[in-house]
């Protein structure tokens, strides 16, 4: 590391002259944490030095300051026209960022090193009819030119149209399904009328294929699907990835007394968690996430762009990126990036490494 030093700092100043002023803070903020890697983690590593005390703490505020924003989930909106009975992120707030203050917001996390975004809600496809987030979606694929883009997604209000429009310039469409059967499904609250849930997953896979982006489904596991077998149909969806999740309870969002929700009737167990994921072992895309591992192991941007610290089982907010820039915000965003690499955040997530058989 320290041999390479002098090669990459060159290789550094060289590409701060190439950048426009704006990008200044980013590269500096960039600086500091090359600075720490070559010339104090070895050190440290080897435990060739006593740290005093209070170097001790200033170096816990450098590690924070050095939280590199790789991998971020904005839900821009709370809306949604489903009421899934365990939902974890309500319709607190019907607010939505003008356009154009979204996109200053995401310049200023790709300046602090963001390589994917994932914009999630409430229902991304609410606001504008979806034109709202294609918008997001161009911006962020041919603008800022991000490696991976991708949304979750109910799925329901997802029209051919919005593919033809937007969809070269998106990695991975989530959708969440959390049974084949569609009775379960109005019982968790994705029911849809006249239209069947199931169905629609079929028609956005279908889509996915044709329009070149890779389709992923979101499971949450609870009290109503904990005895499902999904392994025909996910196998038949064949989808990139199929993150499972546990039912987790969030304070102010579906449990305690300012919640929407009170879903402690959906919570199952981790043993009834570890049972589903055994019946499912063979289906490879599967991606398992307990409760321990999900909590705070997402950088998770509110609707006013704050970042959303759940270390205390709710969501409290940060300042807004907007008001005091990334490296101020993310230090109060409780994330955990050793969780986050354990758990596999960190993927192959641009469609075109992917190397997909369209
Ligand atoms: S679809 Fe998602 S955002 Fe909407 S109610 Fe269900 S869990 Fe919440």
Same mark, same amino acid.
């Given at each position: ?126 606001? @504008?009819? =979806? %034109? +709202? &987030?294609?918008? $997001?979606?161009?911006? #962020? ?7 991976? /883009?991708? *949304? ?12 033809? @429009?937007? =969809? %070269? +310039? &998106?990695?991975? $469409?989530?959708?969440? #399904? ?7 499904? /109005?019982? *968790? ?170």
């Amino acid at each position: 590391m320290r041999m390479l030093a002098p090669t990459a700092l060159a290789g550094w100043m060289l590409s701060v002259f190439r950048q426009p002023l704006g990008s200044l803070w980013g590269s500096l903020a960039s600086l500091l944490c090359w600075l720490k890697a070559a010339f104090w983690w070895p050190a440290a590593e080897k435990g060739q030095q006593q740290v005093p005390r209070g170097l001790e703490e200033s170096q816990e505020a450098e590690e924070e300051v050095c939280t590199i924003p790789t991998s971020v989930n904005y839900h821009f909106t709370r809306q949604c026209n489903y009421k899934c009975g365990f939902c974890f992120h309500t319709a607190k707030t019907s607010f939505v960022l003008p356009l154009e203050e979204a996109k200053r917001g995401l310049l200023l996390l790709k300046e602090a090193g963001m390589e994917k975004i994932n914009f999630s809600g409430g229902e991304p496809f609410l606001q @504008d009819r =979806g %034109e +709202y &987030l294609g918008k $997001l979606v161009k911006f #962020c694929k041919a603008e800022l030119g991000l490696p991976s /883009v991708s *949304i979750v997604s109910n799925g329901s209000l997802i029209r051919e149209r919005w593919f033809r @429009d937007y =969809g %070269e +310039y &998106l990695d991975i $469409l989530a959708v969440s #399904c959390d049974s084949f059967d569609e009775q379960v499904n /109005v019982l *968790i609250g994705r029911g849809q009328g006249k239209k069947n849930h199931v169905e629609s997953l079929q028609k956005l896979h279908k889509w996915c294929k044709e329009y070149k982006v890779a389709f992923k489904i979101n499971s949450v596991i609870n009290r109503f699907n904990v005895e499902e077998d999904m392994r025909e149909h996910i196998q038949a969806l064949n989808p990139v990835r199929w993150k499972v999740f546990q039912c987790l309870l969030i304070e102010g969002e579906n449990c305690g007394e300012d919640a929407l929700r009170e879903a402690e009737r959906f919570v199952i167990s981790d043993e009834e968690f570890e049972e589903f994921l055994e019946r499912h072992k063979e289906v490879s895309c599967l991606v398992p996430e307990s409760n321990q591992k999900m909590k705070d192991s997402y950088l998770i941007l509110d609707e006013y762009m704050r970042f959303l610290n759940c270390r205390n089982g709710r969501k409290d907010p940060s300042k807004s990126i907007l008001d005091v820039g990334v490296e101020q915000a993310i230090k109060f965003s409780g994330f955990d990036e050793k969780m986050f690499l354990k758990r596999g955040g960190k993927y192959v997530w641009s469609k075109k490494a992917m190397k997909l058989d369209w």
